[in-house]
């Protein structure tokens, strides 16, 4: 059913190897049986979400339509949901999740591009802790609902919270590791913005980006520990409402990464985790 799909990043076996651990976290929380079946409907949509957020950025970058019917209009991002329907109908899952989607992007979208605008513009931790949750947040919490809908499960709110907080948790760490590269773009980043609040420890930041210094954990312990330290206070307040230890291993992975000096020496594309 996805032999004949072009985009690359189906190949990717992050996807795979991520979902799985959605899919026992959402066991472990729930305690329910979830269908095999479930997997690959969880990585159609990480795929397409991924694409949709490429050509929602080379929408915005070349000043194009940003409304969401436009960016789904795009080959790359319309042939992903036409695949990600196609395999829902197969299960009778189509009207019930698609719908879902749809109703979460009336709902959200419109709110999401207003928050992209003000955080590009403005380095303000507040107002890119509420783009996060707009988009990474939203965007596992939309997964724990694919596969209680896929599964035909009832709500479980601590379930659903769970991976909330798994989004936003993965997003503060990956934005540690991204800051140098979303900095040099112009992209809001929380870490960024958050140090930015901090007067003396921007100062020393900009100083060691204008001299190109490798900004890893380290640097931060050494240069600006409390910027780093009400980082982490912030990061940990998401990862502890994360109980499921299925849900955790992937943000424990990502956070022992930020302390292995390979992860800093090679470029590493952001996970599945963070969503964006």
Same mark, same amino acid.
């Not at 965007?139 to 709500?155: A, D, V």
């Given at each position: 059913? /996805? %032999?004949? +799909?072009?985009?690359?990043? +189906?190949?990717?076996?992050?996807?795979?190897?991520? #979902?799985?651990?959605?899919?026992?976290?959402?066991?472990?929380?729930?305690?329910?049986?979830?269908?095999?079946?479930?997997?690959?409907?969880? =990585?159609?949509?990480?795929?397409?979400?991924?694409?949709?957020?490429?050509?929602?950025?080379?929408?915005?970058?070349?000043?194009?339509?940003?409304?969401?019917?436009?960016?789904? @209009?795009?080959? $790359?991002?319309? *042939?992903?949901?036409?695949?990600? &329907?196609?395999?829902?109908? %197969?299960?009778?899952?189509?009207?019930?999740?698609?719908?879902?989607?749809?109703?979460?992007? %009336?709902?959200?979208?419109?709110?999401?591009?207003?928050? =992209? /605008?003000?955080?590009?513009?403005?380095?303000?931790?507040?107002?890119?802790?509420?783009?996060?949750?707009?988009?990474?947040?939203? &965007?596992?919490?939309?997964?724990? *609902?694919?596969?209680?809908?896929?599964?035909?499960?009832? $709500?479980?709110?601590? #379930?659903? *919270?769970?991976?909330?907080?798994?989004?936003? %948790?993965?997003?503060?760490?990956?934005?540690?590791? @991204?800051?140098?590269?979303?900095?040099?773009?112009?992209?809001?980043?929380?870490?960024?913005?958050?140090?930015?609040?901090?007067?003396?420890?921007?100062?020393?930041?900009?100083?060691?980006?204008?001299?190109?210094?490798?900004?890893?954990?380290?640097?931060?312990?050494?240069? #600006?520990?409390?910027?780093?330290?009400?980082?982490?206070?912030?990061?940990?307040?998401?990862?502890?409402?994360? &109980?499921?230890?299925?849900?955790?291993?992937?943000?424990?992975?990502?956070?022992?990464?930020?302390?292995? $000096?390979?992860?800093?020496?090679? $470029?590493?594309?952001?996970?599945?985790?963070?969503?964006?």
């Amino acid at each position: 059913m /996805t %032999a004949h +799909l072009r985009s690359p990043e +189906l190949r990717r076996a992050a996807h795979d190897m991520y #979902c799985e651990m959605f899919l026992k976290g959402y066991r472990q929380s729930t305690a329910l049986p979830v269908e095999r079946s479930t997997g690959l409907a969880l =990585v159609l949509f990480v795929v397409f979400i991924s694409t949709f957020d490429v050509e929602f950025e080379r929408a915005r970058q070349r000043r194009g339509p940003l409304g969401y019917p436009s960016i789904l @209009d795009t080959p $790359p991002v319309a *042939e992903l949901w036409t695949a990600l &329907t196609e395999y829902l109908r %197969a299960f009778r899952r189509d009207d019930e999740i698609i719908g879902h989607l749809q109703s979460t992007f %009336a709902a959200h979208y419109e709110d999401y591009r207003r928050y =992209v /605008t003000h955080a590009v513009a403005h380095t303000d931790f507040g107002a890119t802790l509420k783009l996060v949750r707009h988009d990474s947040g939203l &965007t596992l919490r939309t997964i724990y *609902e694919i596969i209680r809908r896929f599964n035909g499960h009832r $709500p479980d709110q601590d #379930c659903a *919270e769970q991976f909330f907080a798994l989004g936003m %948790a993965g997003k503060f760490l990956d934005d540690m590791r @991204d800051m140098v590269d979303d900095v040099s773009a112009g992209e809001p980043n929380l870490l960024y913005s958050l140090t930015a609040s901090n007067e003396r420890d921007l100062g020393v930041l900009q100083g060691a980006l204008r001299q190109g210094q490798p900004i890893t954990t380290w640097w931060w312990q050494e240069h #600006c520990p409390d910027s780093l330290s009400e980082y982490f206070r912030h990061a940990s307040g998401y990862y502890d409402r994360v &109980t499921a230890a299925e849900l955790r291993l992937p943000l424990d992975t990502l956070l022992s990464l930020l302390y292995s $000096p390979r992860y800093w020496r090679k $470029p590493i594309r952001r996970s599945p985790v963070s969503a964006q």
